[in-house]
């Protein structure tokens, strides 16, 4: 039979979706199945994620932004970024910034329709101390700015009573990506173990907050690395699922890697979408360079969010492109108020907006 009239694999995911759609749940093997269609199948698979999408989160897109807060001298080894202290990347070098220049990002993430702000630090983690005490400010600050919500991404919890002092500071969501499944993490990173990560995401959903963690795609997984980590984030209950694409460094372990080709990157949303159809999905970090003129179809493959303006080290899309974008397909962005007109940032210590240089894309909160 001429392959335009197979029809196989429609038959096949149909009752699939179905089930989906009734509250079931896909097993792994059927996920392979998702991560392997070819030609026209790729969009009956678009199609139907699409459907999850529409159905679990109707036609709302939820944007959030960063603010990288601490940048660079992180003293792990996470071989995907470039803010480690161990490999030779040139990144800005600077402490936490101060309450200005959250109020600023907070600001400039508004007008990019962003509900939530995340204040991202470089560091291994949280311990008690001046430290947290900066931080604490920090996010009070963030969380008394009018609509829009305090996240973070600061690194390993190990101890039971922070994050307790994050919440009552106002933090609304929690982000600590696992990255990849267990048993490839070790290939990326050697000074933390997976189930410090996970420890972290446990905290953090006992103190009551939500928590947002996903992966980066294109660091040499399999595909049944792909599939384990949507699993196990479904195992996790997270809120939030950022899918991050490797923008390879400079400097990092991973410079060398091959972009991916846009299709498999869609390929990967829409198994995200049938494993975890009520969990939020953002399409982040590396977006613009491995999507490239296929962006749009990050949320007709079922992804329901997205980070708007810079990442940490890199810049992103114009908010106003993302925007129209958003908008001609037919989704709601929500409202933008007039963008905040601030300078570039002249030194570490100063309060004004820092200007991101070309480099890597990190995880997204």
């Not at 390879?248 to 049938?274: I, S």
């Not at 993302?322 to 007109?341: H, K, N, S, T």
């Amino acid at each position: 039979m001429n392959d335009a009239y197979d029809l196989s694999f429609r038959n096949w995911l149909s009752p699939l979706l179905s089930r989906v759609l009734s509250g079931g749940t896909i097993e792994r093997d059927e996920a392979l199945r998702l991560l392997q269609v070819e030609g026209p199948d790729c969009f009956e698979l678009f199609a139907a994620a699409n459907r999850l999408r529409h159905a679990f989160h109707g036609d709302q897109v939820h944007l959030c932004s960063i603010v990288n807060a601490k940048s660079g001298r992180c003293s792990e080894d996470c071989g995907f970024c470039s803010q480690s202290v161990r490999f030779p990347s040139d990144v800005p070098e600077y402490d936490l910034v101060d309450d200005n220049t959250i109020v600023e990002h907070a600001q400039r993430a508004k007008s990019n329709a962003s509900q939530a702000l995340g204040i991202v630090a470089a560091w291994r983690g949280l311990k008690k101390g001046r430290e947290l005490d900066a931080v604490l400010e920090r996010i009070r600050t963030l969380a008394a700015q009018d609509g829009i919500h305090a996240d973070a991404s600061l690194g390993l919890i190990d101890d039971p009573d922070i994050p307790p002092m994050l919440k009552e500071a106002g933090l609304h969501t929690y982000n600590h990506n696992l990255e990849t499944r267990r048993k490839h993490f070790g290939t990326i990173c050697e000074t933390h173990s997976y189930d410090d990560r996970i420890a972290t995401l446990k905290m953090i959903k006992e103190a009551g907050m939500r928590t947002c963690s996903g992966g980066i795609f294109g660091m040499g997984e399999s595909l049944e690395d792909r599939i384990d980590l949507a699993f196990q984030l479904r195992e996790l209950e997270v809120d939030v699922i950022p899918l991050n694409f490797l923008n390879p460094m400079p400097g990092t372990p991973m410079e060398g890697k091959p972009l991916l080709e846009p299709m498999e990157c869609l390929r990967t949303v829409a198994m995200f979408r049938f494993v975890n159809p009520t969990t939020h999905l953002m399409v982040a970090g590396g977006r613009e360079v491995n999507l490239r003129q296929l962006q749009p179809l990050m949320f007709a493959a079922g992804a329901d969010a997205t980070m708007a303006g810079a990442y940490l080290t890199s810049g992103g899309n114009e908010g106003t492109d993302d925007l129209d974008m958003i908008r001609q397909l037919g989704l709601d962005p929500g409202e933008a108020i007039q963008p905040v007109q601030a300078e570039p940032r002249k030194s570490a210590g100063s309060s004004r907006l820092q200007v991101i240089q070309p480099g890597t894309s990190a995880p997204a909160v």
